[in-house]
């Protein structure tokens, strides 16, 4: 037999097939072994064995490939055919290539799930990682019950005072608005901090949307970054285009009112008494000049000037002083007890999109920076607040995970007052736990977890700044519970990444990553600190000052 440039006796055929076959017997068995040791260092004990179970089919049907390789070997040695030594060594590599295939894809998916090691970070020489960093259970349980909470009756008070001012408010607005020819105002929906249930220290900061809509005779047409034929460019991820049109503006509209028909042609809908007169008060109202499309700077003017002017109609009912905090903003206002108490009120106008509980928004709260026009970012926030709602009712009673985002938010506020503000918000930091909260069991969400889901949340959090991505968890997530009732538009859209205007900008980038690693440095300190000072009573007012400063 001819094999290459020399020929190959039956004897030396026999030696290299029968060598060649356990070489790939003993390379089978140390895969077989290097992958069962991986998957018990990295494996979470509150994960799924379901992953072990399948590790250990894995290793059974190695196990039995390597018997019917033995038995392939003892048949090798009766038959000195070209065609049998080709097909036991191509029944070999599709075997490797098979289970190669099966290992990557179960890997993708312990990746999803599992804590992140600290060797999958690239971190800088010396610095802590969650991994290292040192929590002592004694004094994060005293940190989480003393100085996280604000107390859940005040906060009622709060939300109760501020509810019946808003609905007072929005009242006298709708009062000075006649419905055929100005904006209609609909019911403020509450999200954020106050709403959740995770509100840390003050000021109390309530955030209240509030839906606006066109006169009966317009209405709003969308444009979504995720449709089809979208021409909204990359930057504006997550964005829309929205357009003030007239109700019938399309062919079935008559034309008698913007068209000379002429002495001899008679309308059948309108009599030659009948004048047709097209007003543009709305367009010039609230579009960009010479446009049809809705402007956010024209909004955020007619919304002040309109607060401004219901207020001065019910001022005389109150005995507190109500101010605009921010002219940047349509009405962050900032109410001023007599008692010298301070409530701070976000009153965000928005514009629903059509029947789903997607709003277009100004500007989100905690955004220092807004798209320019005539884009308008979507706000899930009444999505996410229902997420947490659904995550309610099926985690343990007193579970832990609004406690690990009270920490995980109280410390990086705290770095903030240290090391100057952060690019990282507390948006990043609820969308990572949401994250999580999609991906591990319920159970792992008890109470004595808390040290362990705290270091998810800083794993998480760590991972993402390192890939450069944090995607939203409701645009392109399939695994948002189905009663949430998301549309499918954005659960087909692709994953909107969060940390996009970071990671554009290097300087940025860098001053949030060493923001992070600073925060995870000084957390024990920071947590031991706080909790040996509560008891001389000087803890609140260090806080308040420095939220409030």
Sequence with gaps: ME?????????????????????????????SCSCLNVLHNTTHP??????????????????????????????????????????CLWSTMSFIIFFTIEMYRVD?????????????????????????????????????????????????????????????????????????????VGDFVGIGSMFESWKVGRPLICDLIVPFSPPEEYCFQFHLWCNASSDIPPNMQGCGRIKVIRCGDNEEHCLCGSANLGDDMLCLLHSRNDTITVDHTLEELLCSKNTHSLAKDHVMKWFQISVTKAWGRISHKYDFEVTFRNLDTAGALKIRLRSG?????????????????????????????????????????????????????????????????????????????????????????????????????????????????????????????????LNHVVTGNRKIPEEVNVPEIFCKAEPINLFRSIVLHKELYAATVKHFHE??????????????????????????????A
């Design 108 to 184: 993708l998916l312990d990746a999803e799930i599992r804590p992140v090691e600290d060797e999958d970070i690239i971190s800088e020489s010396g610095s802590v990682t969650p991994g290292t960093m040192v929590l002592d259970k004694d004094v994060l349980r005293n940190f989480c019950d003393k100085c996280t909470y604000t107390s859940s009756h005040e906060i009622w008070r709060v939300r109760e005072f501020v509810e019946g001012f808003a609905d007072d408010l929005l009242e006298s607005l709708r009062s000075m608005c006649n419905r055929e020819t100005d904006v209609e």
């Design 341 to 469: 108490k301070v409530v701070l009120l976000n009153l965000i106008p928005v514009v629903q999109l059509e029947d789903t509980n997607a709003y277009f928004v100004l500007h989100f709260p905690s955004d220092c920076d807004s798209s320019p026009d005539p884009y308008w970012p979507l706000s899930f926030a009444v999505y996410e607040r229902n997420l947490l709602r659904h995550f309610a009712k099926r985690l343990p009673q007193n579970s832990c995970h609004l406690r690990c985002f009270q920490i995980v938010t109280f410390l990086h506020r705290r770095q903030g007052v240290l090391t100057g503000k952060s690019a990282l918000t507390n948006y990043h930091l609820k969308t990572v736990l949401l994250h999580l909260l999609l991906t591990k069991r319920p159970s792992a969400w008890g109470i004595s977890n808390m040290e362990d889901r705290l270091r998810d949340v800083f794993s998480f959090l760590q991972r993402s700044l390192q890939e450069k991505r």
């Design 46 to 87: 509150d994960e799924d064995e379901e992953l072990v179970a399948r590790m250990r089919e894995h290793e059974e049907r190695l196990e039995m490939e390597q018997a019917k390789l033995e038995e392939e070997l003892s048949q090798q040695e009766q038959t000195t055919s070209d065609e049998g030594y080709s097909w």
């Design 519 to 548: 925060m995870l440095r000084n957390a024990p300190v920071l947590m031991q600190e706080y909790s040996s000072h509560f008891s001389n009573g000087g803890l609140h007012h260090s806080l308040d000052e420095n939220v409030s």
């Design 3 to 31: 094999l290459g440039s020399r020929h190959w006796t039956h004897d030396e055929l026999e030696d290299v097939t029968t060598s060649r076959l356990q070489q790939t017997s003993l390379c089978l068995k140390v895969l």
